[in-house]
């Protein structure tokens, strides 16, 4: 299979996320020099059926809580190692239990220390409809992720072309996968408003810096249509910090390393789920 990188990638991307999609290439080569695309797709349709992704956020906000995604993740750039001993089956566990309404989950191994497995242990100890957290860059990835049971795919905006991300997404939808667009300013909300998916993440970190800040959000919330739904993602500490969130139209939130350094996850997870 050809999977060389298309030579229309975004003109001028953050540091960061250009050497984690340059790595990505490389990964994507060998991984599916290994399982050819025909088998994947044969993997992917062999996967059991999918948890709503969407319709989980959409229940828990019907219901008066905060959607909340709460992530898994063994390390990050910015913050190092973040959990150790690091259980995915336990974290899933307590999660459902403190009320989330989906998991995420990385498996990005460079960056984040994640792997395959953690998905797969996670979503096999619970109920709840998970996102595979990576750096989609070609469709392989995204029969990859449903092989491996995933029911939703983040596609990062800053680093995909709109030709790229519109392929995804409707290899996602032929897979009946939800999709999280994720954007960090007004120009990729406006290209991520082009795709069919509800899901607009809004990320507050900036890919310059690796900073967060959640004002990112409050400025990017209330230019999200209504027919979509807003998820505000990154540097989520406090139920002060999700009452800011679900101000600005965002009640849907993505939240990681302040419950994965908690050690109570549940209790922490549970504060956040009835801030709202
Ligand atoms: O750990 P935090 O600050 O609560 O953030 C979670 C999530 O938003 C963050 O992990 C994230 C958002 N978009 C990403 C893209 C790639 C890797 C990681 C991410």
Redesign the pocket.
Known sequence: MNVAAPDTIVPVLPDTLARIIEEKWVEVRERSAAVPQAEMERRAADAGPQRDFTGALCHAVAEGRIGLIA?I?RA?PS?GLIRDPFSPAELARSYEAAGAACL?V?T?TPW?QGTSEHLIEARAACKLPVLR?D?MIHPWQVFESRAMGADAI?L?MAGLSDAQADELEEVARSLDMAVLA?VHDERELERALGLETRLI?V?N?CLKRLV?DIATTERLAPLVPADRIPVA????RTPEDVRRMAMAGARCI???????RQPDVESAARAMVQAG
């Open positions: 992530e993740k990050s913050g995420s990385l990005d984040f957290k750096f983040l990062i994720e993440g990320n970190r967060t993602e990154s540097g989520i993505l939240v990681g390393e302040h419950l994965l």
